[in-house]
């Protein structure tokens, strides 16, 4: 048992990840059907391991999510905040271009220590498909491995690093807190 709070959430397997990704697409989808000529953030978090919650993470979650509430308030049109056993995940419907929110996302990532921990997709509705720019659509390089800077989606392929290293940081960065 986590006593910090920050990984205290029950452990979730494959068919509940599986079943929380095809409701996100979903979701993603419906959102962006009911606003069109708008842009959706995806707010998730990356926490590799059975567990994808805690009480204190989700707190940290909630304050990185006003923040960004903050920061697109003038063209925010919808958003949605979910406390799920497979992760906190927010919604924010915008009337910014994609390609800019993007750009602003990648710029928050900075913002804080415990932003590095968070997945800020932006998604728009293409003839029918949702399409997500990626860091690569804007020239950008590759999202880095939280542990050694290689190209996370490599790390994370290949399983280069051990669970409990993995969990070591996210626990660090979350229970760094929203200021410091």
Excluded at 147 to 152: F, G, L, M, S
């Amino acid at each position: 048992m986590d006593e910090s709070g920050i990984m205290d959430g029950p452990p979730v397997d494959l068919q509940q990840m599986l079943q929380a990704r095809d409701a996100r697409v979903e979701r993603q989808r419906s959102l962006l059907e009911d606003n069109p000529h708008s842009s959706l953030l995806h707010v998730g978090l990356r926490i590799a391991g059975p567990v994808k919650t805690g009480r204190a993470l989700e707190e940290v979650f909630d304050q990185a999510v006003n923040r960004l509430h903050q920061l697109l308030e003038a063209g925010l049109l919808d958003q949605d905040v979910l406390h799920l056993p497979t992760g906190p995940e927010a919604f924010l419907v915008s009337l910014m271009p994609a390609r800019e929110l993007k750009e602003d996302m990648l710029d928050f990532e900075g913002y804080r220590p415990f932003c590095t921990l968070m997945d800020l997709d932006v998604l728009t509705l293409e003839n029918g498909r949702l399409v997500k720019i990626s860091r690569e659509d804007l020239g950008r390089v590759p999202r880095p491995c939280l542990i050694c800077e290689r190209p996370a989606k490599e790390c994370a392929r290949s399983r280069r690093h051990r669970p409990e290293e993995i969990r070591s940081v996210v626990e660090t960065l979350a229970g760094s807190g929203w200021e410091y």
